[in-house]
Each structure stands twice: as structure tokens, then as C-alpha cells.
């Protein structure tokens, strides 16, 4: 099970993390997050490589957030700096097991609930 938290409403500029938990060991994992604006598909954000070395992001994200990974605690972070409004949306911790570090929505099997973040102008 993951638990995603740290969602919020902030201005555009901000900043806020994101944490996510797995009830798990999650180190032979490729951890991420996804996320599903108001009215749209859901959306591939960023992902990290199960020991951290790798990471990989959306182009619209690339430079503003950094994800993370702590496995002795079981848990992934996401760093969001100079939030726009366009970040707006509920967003979802996903794993899957493997060594690969995932590339897209479809690598990903297992789901948390999700955490909304609000971006206002």
C-alpha cells in the first residue's frame, strides 16, 4: 500500500514536497509519481531508479521538481519548486518491482491514493 501526502493549496513561485510511504520494502522497486489535472488524462511526472541513481522527469516538470528516495524508510519524495498554476492536480505515488526506472504511466502497477495540490495565479 502507498500513502501519498503533503498536498496543498499554495501560490504560483511556491514550493511544496510530497511524500509517499509504502507499507513495503520497496528497494527493488522503480518508484514514481503520476499525476491528473481537473478534466484530464493522467500524466506521467517523474520517476526514480530503485537505488536512486536514475531519475527521469516530464519535460513540463524537468527543472522545477526533483524526485527522491529514502529505502530504509520505504518512502519517495517529490520537490516542487516554482509552481504554476498548470501543476494543479491530484497526484499519485506508483511502484513497480524491477531494476528498470520507468519511463511512463504504463510501467507502473501499483498505485496510492492521491494527495491535490492547488496552484493559484
Known amino acids: 500500500q502507498l500513502q501519498a501526502s503533503g498536498g496543498g493549496v499554495v501560490q504560483a513561485g511556491e514550493s511544496l514536497r510530497l511524500s509517499c510511504t509504502a507499507s513495503?520494502?520497496?528497494?527493488?522497486?522503480?518508484m514514481g509519481w503520476i499525476r491528473q489535472a481537473p478534466g484530464k488524462g493522467r500524466e506521467f511526472v517523474a520517476a526514480?531508479?530503485?537505488?536512486?541513481?536514475?531519475?527521469n522527469y516530464a519535460t513540463s516538470v524537468k527543472g522545477r521538481f526533483t524526485i527522491s528516495r529514502e529505502n530504509a524508510k520505504n518512502t519517495v519524495y517529490l520537490l516542487m519548486n516554482s509552481l504554476k498554476p498548470d501543476d494543479t492536480a491530484v497526484y499519485y505515488c506508483?511502484?513497480?518491482?524491477?531494476?528498470?526506472?520507468?519511463?511512463?504511466?504504463?510501467?507502473?502497477?501499483?498505485w496510492g491514493q492521491g494527495t491535490l495540490v492547488t496552484v493559484s495565479s
Open positions: 506508483a511502484a513497480q518491482k524491477g531494476l528498470f526506472i520507468a519511463t511512463k504511466e504504463a510501467d507502473f502497477s501499483s
Open positions: 513495503e520494502r520497496t528497494d527493488f522497486h522503480t
Open positions: 526514480i531508479s530503485w537505488a536512486g541513481t536514475k531519475t
